[in-house]
Each structure stands twice: as structure tokens, then as C-alpha cells.
């Protein structure tokens, strides 16, 4: 790439020129401003002093080295200590020539005998359906593990599904007290959102006997101890631990339930994963290695009989392992999935994709892991990304109040819908093909509106905005796409054009070199944002080059081209974009259609 030739030559004009030594990736290459001629800039005022010269000096020799030395330099401008590179049309044009047929530009070949990175994402609780924050998750944690396949790591996609815990009991106990045998099917219900709404219907039950409680004199803070409800929910979780057959049968039918809705769900927003794991499998051997840790010493117990691990020194503070009565925590079961994880994949690095109140948490798990003795400890990497909140405030599931995924992702198709019949875009399809167009484009919508957020910012959903065909959102850029496919398409079937033929020398404008430089600076953008885990880099790429695609085509009358050696360029570098928009979307895990 030129980019790296330029840091080469420059490299060694220093050393030929001042006898400075400086390795080639030390050279700091940036983009030139748009106020100023040229493509690539050097600054050159690191090297003034050893040179012994003006910084205007030795730009204007180091320039005329570089361009003696490459064919590929048009000119160079100096301003004060900086070196201003143009780079000439022959060489865009070639490079134009070389991607526009290649379907895997962006992307690199993954090594599939590498050790692989192990993402976690998704989650989810067995008490509740998935919310809007868990589609933050999952959108976030697939398009991450792209990104990283996409730098030619060999990526695995899991998912702890937490199906114990007190949380748990308490849809299974709201079930029993007031369900009447209720299911999916006599319901109509999915059994996520049955299950979740027998979640709800604990919260309402437990407030009104901590009510009654308090009413009797009773302090806050032990009516929440004290309801019968909470007292019930938490001998209904030690009989768990004790494998009471009745409540474990209970237990695998509201799970079952729950797994067939998550997977609906899943398969509408177009995630999925290498492997499952379950909180039910794991917490024993997380058990086993608290007991590890007290035959270590690096874990005590307590005189109720919970055990801790001491972190005061770590400047944090003491950490619950396991409760008094033996039960299991968070804490117990993510020791367990860790080792077990590793020991399944001998992973490189071990990736949670898991929201910023988790942050402690996290911090905590790496640090037992390595006193326990761990040495892989050091992978365990928590990739923290902020709430989704809404224009009313943050969401709480005990009390009903969430944007629920899949009511989210039907309302956003009946949008796409409004949308495209309001502009005429679907009236040749089947309505086969519209309702699948829709289905895109929601997603589409969905999926770009939350990753265009830097992961670590808390972000504000707006359905409305998301799904607009202008501006920075997931449409606008499918039906860029679209139209740049149509075009191609009727210059290979109306034109009789040849893509894979190569064109003679052409003159371009400002706007189609501005659109091909932003071609050859994907590979770059692509390895930065997996460096940083941000998609939000790739979204916002991915619009910029869109928008600049937009800009270069209103001037540019691409079909109506009467030179042929010219419209070959010009639809070469439209199949390019193409291309490229394809590539960044899949990063994105957006589908993006082939018209509109």
C-alpha cells in the first residue's frame, strides 16, 4: 500500500540524506488537511535537529528524494516543517483496478489453527425475555467477534445462559402461587415472555406483603427479609442446590419454555454461537475451586460459615463466594464457566461482553483466577459498554417496564413498511420479497442505530430516527448499496461492460479520488477498530464512505458516460464500493439488499 511505501522511502532517504536512522513504522504518516494540496503528510520537525538544517529544508529534500525514488509521487508541497505528498492518478487508478472484483476486500483470511479468541455475549436471565439492553449485548458481542474474524482471528461465539438463582425461583414460585397451569400454548404466549410475566408478578406480590410488613411496624430492610414470598423463593433455591426432584422438573419446564423464545429471538436479529453454556453446569465446579482457594489460603470463611476472598490489598474490598447456607453466587459460577471455558478452547483471550455496572465485577474475576493460580488469568479481557437508556429513563424488568426485542423488532418492520410504500420502493416484488426487504431493513435500522455508538457510551434509543432513509442510519446505507448494485447491473447487462478489463489512463476528479482513498484506507480502519473492539468505527466509516459515494455520483452521470475507457473506470469503482459497503455492513451483521 502507499502509505507503507511512502514510511519505507522516507525511511531511507534519512538515513541516505542525514545518516538518521529511523525505522520505516516510526515514520508518522496522517492524511493531508483538506485546506492543503497533497494526500499523505510527513512532519518532518523530529528530524530537524539531527539533520542540522531548516525544517522547510529538509522537507523540501526529503520530498525530492521520495519523489526520485517513487514513480507513484506526482508532486510534494512543503509548509513550514510539513511535507505534503500528491500521489498520482495512475497509481488510484490501478488500485481502483485491483478491488474491483475482489469480494474479500477489508477482510483478511481467518487462521483457523490459531488459538481463538472466545467472546461471550448475550447472557440472558431464564426469568424474562430479552430486552432492548439485551440487544445492545448481542448486537455488540456479534459484531465485535466480526471485526475480530475479520482481522483473520479465529473467533469462537458462547453464551452463559443464567438459568439458577434466587431470580429464577421467583418466576417458578409466582407460577405456582398464581399461574393455574398456565403454558405457551394455552396462553398464546411465547414462554420467555410467559415466564417473564410471572417475574413481574412476583415483584407485585412481594411489594404488597413488604407493605403489609411495614404497616405492622416492622423496619424496610427486614420486611424485604422477612416477606413470606422472598422467604419461600429462598428455600425453593436451596432445594434446587439439593436437587429436589419436584422443583428441578419445575425448573426444566419454565426453562424449556424460555430457551424456545430466546431462540425465535435470536434468529430475528441474526446472532447465534459456537456453544452454550449453562449457570446450572458451571456453578459445581466453581464450588470446587472455592474450595481450592481455602485449601490454598488465598480464600477464607467466615464464622457463618460464607466464604470471602480478601481483596483490601488490591485496594478493593472482601468478596462473597458462596453464601452461608452453601449457595452458589454470580461470583461461583463465572470462576467455574472461566476455567471451563479455557480448558474447552485453550483460548488466547477470553472476551465478556458485559454492561459497565459489571465493572467490579470483572476486575474481581481476574484477580481470584490469578490467586488461585491461574496463568491465563491475564486474557480475561471485560469488554464494558454502557446502558441503553430511553427518552423516559432506564428500564427495570421486576417491574415490567422494557422495550421488549421482539416487540421492538416488529414494530420497527411495520416502520420499514409505512416507509417503503410511502416512497414507491417495493411495488415490483412479490410479497415474499417485500416482507423479507423489511425484515432487512429493520434490522438494519436496529442494528446500525445502537453500533454507530462508541460501546463505551450509555446511549439513547429513538426507534423513529433510526430507521430514517437520510442521515447517518442503517437504511441510507442499504439503499446506497442497492442503487450502486443497479447500476452496475445495467452497465454489465444494458452497457456489455467487462469489470474484469482493464482500463487505459483516465482523468478523475476531486470527488472520485476522495472515494477511492477512502477504499484504501479500509484495511487500516478495519485493524484499528478491532485494536479498540469498536463496530462504532466501522458504522461510521461505512457512512462517511456512503455519503462521499452520494456526493461523487449527483455530478457524476455514470451511465450517460460517452467515453468507454472512462464509464469502465467509473463502474469499476462503483462495483468497488459496493464491495466494501458489503463487507463493513456484514461486520455490522447488516444484510444489505440487492434493490429496492
Not at 12 to 22: D, H, T
Not at 75 to 93: A, E, M, Q, S, T
Not at 313 to 321: H, I, M, P, T, V
Not at 323 to 350: C, E, P, W
Request: proline share 3%; with cysteine; glycine share 6%.
Amino acid at each position: 500500500m502507499i502509505d507503507k511505501d511512502l514510511q519505507i522511502a522516507v525511511s531511507e532517504a534519512l538515513k541516505s540524506l542525514y545518516n538518521i536512522e529511523v525505522a520505516a513504522e516510526s515514520v508518522a504518516l496522517q492524511k493531508t488537511k483538506k485546506e492543503f494540496v497533497g494526500d499523505y503528510t510527513i512532519v518532518v520537525f523530529p528530524f530537524v535537529k539531527q539533520a542540522r538544517k531548516s525544517p522547510e529544508a529538509v522537507a523540501n529534500e526529503l520530498g525530492a528524494a521520495v519523489k526520485a525514488s517513487m514513480p507513484q509521487v506526482a508532486d510534494f508541497n512543503v509548509i513550514k516543517g510539513f511535507l505534503n505528498f500528491l500521489i498520482c492518478d495512475d497509481y488510484w487508478k490501478s488500485f481502483t483496478d485491483s478491488i474491483a472484483n475482489d469480494s474479500t476486500i477489508g477482510l483478511k483470511k481467518v487462521d483457523t489453527n490459531a488459538a481463538p479468541v472466545v467472546i461471550e455475549y448475550s447472557s440472558p436471565n431464564t426469568n424474562k425475555p430479552l430486552h432492548l439492553g439485551h440487544i445492545r449485548n448481542n448486537l455488540l458481542g456479534w459484531s465485535v467477534a466480526q471485526l475480530l474474524t475479520a482481522n483473520g482471528r479465529n473467533v469462537k461465539k458462547v453464551n452463559l445462559v443464567n438459568d439458577r438463582g434466587i431470580h429464577i425461583c421467583k418466576s417458578m414460585l409466582a407460577w405456582l402461587r398464581y399461574g393455574n397451569g398456565e403454558t405457551p400454548e394455552s396462553s398464546g404466549m411465547k414462554g420467555d415472555h410467559l415466564v417473564g410475566k410471572y417475574y413481574v408478578e412476583f415483584d407485585k406480590h412481594y411489594k404488597e406483603e413488604i407493605r403489609e410488613l411495614i404497616d405492622k411496624g416492622m423496619e424496610e430492610e427486614q420486611a424485604k427479609k422477612e416477606a413470606p414470598l422472598m422467604v419461600e423463593a429462598q428455600k425453593m433455591l436451596k432445594r434446587w442446590e439439593e436437587g429436589d426432584k419436584e422443583i428441578r422438573d419445575l425448573w426444566e419446564k419454565m426453562n424449556g419454555w424460555v430457551y424456545a423464545g430466546f431462540d425465535e429471538t435470536y434468529k430475528k436479529m441474526g446472532v447465534g454461537f459456537d456453544k452454550i453454556y449453562y449457570e446450572s453446569n458451571t456453578y459445581l465446579l466453581g464450588k470446587e475451586l472455592v474450595q481450592k482457594g481455602l485449601d490454598m489460603g488465598v480464600l477464607f470463611r467466615k464464622e457463618d460459615g460464607s466464604v470471602w476472598c480478601d481483596l483490601t490489598d488490591a485496594g478493593l474490598d472482601q468478596k462473597l463466594l458462596l453464601r452461608k447456607d452453601g449457595t452458589s453466587v454470580y461470583m461461583t459460577q463465572d470462576l467455574g464457566t472461566a476455567l471451563l471455558r479455557h480448558n474447552d478452547f485453550g483460548a488466547d483471550q477470553l472476551i465478556y461482553v458485559v454492561g459497565n455496572e459489571q465493572d467490579y465485577h470483572f476486575q474481581v474475576l481476574k484477580i481470584i483466577l490469578g490467586r488461585l493460580g491461574f496463568d491465563w488469568a491475564d486474557k480475561v479481557y471485560h469488554l464494558s459498554y454502557g446502558m441503553v437508556e430511553l427518552p423516559n429513563g432506564k428500564m427495570k424488568s421486576r417491574e415490567g417496564t422494557v422495550v421488549d426485542a421482539d416487540d421492538l423488532i416488529e414494530e420497527m418492520e411495520k416502520t420499514a413498511e409505512e416507509m417503503c410504500r410511502e416512497r414507491g420502493k417495493n411495488d415490483e416484488m412479490t410479497a415474499e420479497e417485500q416482507k423479507e426487504l423489511y425484515h432487512i431493513l429493520a434490522l438494519g435500522a436496529l442494528k446500525y442505530f445502537i453500533l454507530k455508538v462508541d460501546p463505551t457510551k450509555t446511549m439513547l434509543f429513538n426507534p423513529a430516527e433510526s430507521i430514517d432513509f437520510n442521515g447517518n442510519t442503517g437504511p441510507f446505507i442499504q439503499y446506497t448499496y442497492a442503487r450502486i448494485r443497479s447500476i452496475v447491473r445495467k452497465a454489465v447487462g444494458e452497457k456489455g461492460l467487462d469489470l474484469t478489463a482493464k482500463c487505459d489512463n483516465v482523468a478523475m476528479n476531486e470527488k472520485e479520488r476522495e472515494v477511492i482513498k477512502m477504499l484504501h484506507d479500509m484495511p487500516a480502519v478495519v485493524e484499528q477498530a478491532a485494536a479498540s473492539y469498536s463496530p462504532a468505527m466501522i458504522a461510521n466509516f461505512t457512512f462517511d464512505l456512503a455519503k462521499a459515494f452520494n456526493s461523487f455520483y449527483q455530478d457524476t452521470p455514470i451511465l450517460r458516460e460517452t467515453d468507454s475507457n472512462r464509464m469502465l473506470f467509473l463502474v469499476q469503482l462503483c462495483a468497488a464500493v459496493s464491495n466494501s459497503i458489503k463487507n463493513m455492513m456484514w461486520i455490522l451483521g447488516i444484510e444489505v439488499p440487492e434493490r429496492m
